[in-house]
């Protein structure tokens, strides 16, 4: 099982981009994907978590910024983000937990798996 994430850069201050995640692997289901950032300096912070049924949890910092979104089908997760500030400069992180997929023993099951993260930079 793998996680790819991509779609960071750098734009500036009130610009928007979007961050997709997607799980590799003979997956048959994930259970709460999600986005997590790390700046410099500070620890590891969740920006937005969305279960399979499509329940969101946000951080008070991102809401009514940024928008958590997944497909089941490709096993991909998003993160829209629009009116970027310089304090969400970080890289972002792509997490599934609760992955059960095929294995070589059969059904098996990961918990709290992480992606690498993509760079996200907001200039002033």
């Known amino acids: 099982v793998q996680l790819q994430a991509s779609g960071g850069g750098l734009v500036q201050a009130g610009g928007s981009l979007r961050l997709s995640c997607a799980a590799s692997?003979?997956?048959?289901?994930?259970?709460?994907m999600g986005w997590y950032r790390q700046a410099p300096g500070k620890e590891r912070e969740l920006v937005a978590t969305i279960t399979r049924s499509g329940s969101t949890n946000y951080a008070d910092s991102v809401k009514g910024r940024f928008t958590i979104s997944r497909d089941n089908a490709k096993n991909t997760v998003y993160l829209q983000m629009n009116g970027l500030k310089p304090e969400d400069t970080a890289v972002y992180y792509c997490?599934?937990?609760?992955?059960?997929?095929?294995?070589?023993?059969?059904?098996?099951?990961?918990?709290?798996?992480w992606g690498q993260g993509t760079q996200v930079t907001v200039s002033s």
């Open positions: 997490n599934a937990d609760r992955i059960q997929y095929f294995s070589g023993s059969g059904p098996t099951t990961k918990y709290d798996y």
């Open positions: 692997g003979s997956i048959f289901s994930i259970n709460v």
